[in-house]
């Protein structure tokens, strides 16, 4: 596709290890590009409406955790299905705006549903910023064009010590640690 991903790590993440894998989300290419970064196998936890979507659905509902955000049951059978695939040696990866924002947001409000799970299974979140999948494979068809796909993998942020009371003080803090990057955007990594 004439993508190519640069990555640069603040931190090496460790290969026998679980961990909350979490991103900005602007394309259908982050995926993907996810997918490329992270050498940790891992499983995606996605909303549960996007497995009706023809082809894509029938795929989607076999690799991923799917939530219906509006069922409280959903949700807490979410935490037991993440709980069985960490005892699998696997990590988490969600991308907390809950979707892919409008054009003109940089990036949205964060949901709390990642933080909860990595301070209930003390996972460390690894917040990670896309530069360039939004300009590079928009939503918009035939837009977008070949190009690098730049990653910083930010600095762990364990949660060993936190509680649940702490989730807000997580989430705020991983989502101005992309916010932060994503502002120096013509900075190169």
């Known amino acids: 596709?004439?993508?190519i991903p640069k990555i640069t790590w603040a931190e090496k993440?460790?290969?026998d290890k679980s961990y909350m894998l979490i991103s900005n989300h602007t394309s259908m290419i982050d995926i993907m590009l996810m997918l490329y970064?992270?050498?940790n196998p891992f499983v995606f936890v996605g909303k549960k409406e996007l497995e009706k979507l023809p082809i894509f659905g029938f795929f989607y509902k076999?690799?991923?955790i799917l939530v219906d955000r509006k069922s409280p049951r959903s949700r807490a059978e979410v935490f037991k299905s993440v709980r069985k695939r960490l005892d699998d040696g696997l990590s988490i990866c969600i991308f907390p705006e809950g979707g892919v924002p409008e054009k003109n947001i940089l990036l949205d409000h964060f949901k709390d549903g990642a933080f909860r799970m990595a301070i209930e299974h003390k996972i460390p979140v690894v917040p990670m910023t896309f530069y360039d999948c939004k300009e590079h494979f928009p939503w918009e068809f035939f837009s977008g064009y070949p190009g690098r796909l730049r990653v910083k993998v930010h600095q762990l942020i364990e949660t060993g010590i936190l509680e649940l009371e702490d989730t807000r003080t997580l989430?705020?803090?991983?989502r101005n640690t992309i916010l932060n990057e994503l502002n120096k955007k013509s900075?190169?990594?």
Do not use: A, F, H, T
């Not at 989430?171 to 991983?174: A, D, L, Q, T, V």
């Open 1 to 3: 596709m004439g993508l």
């Open 13 to 15: 993440i460790d290969r």
């Open 37 to 39: 970064v992270s050498k």
């Open 62 to 64: 076999r690799v991923c």
């Open 171 to 174: 989430r705020n803090e991983s």
């Open 187 to 189: 900075v190169p990594v």
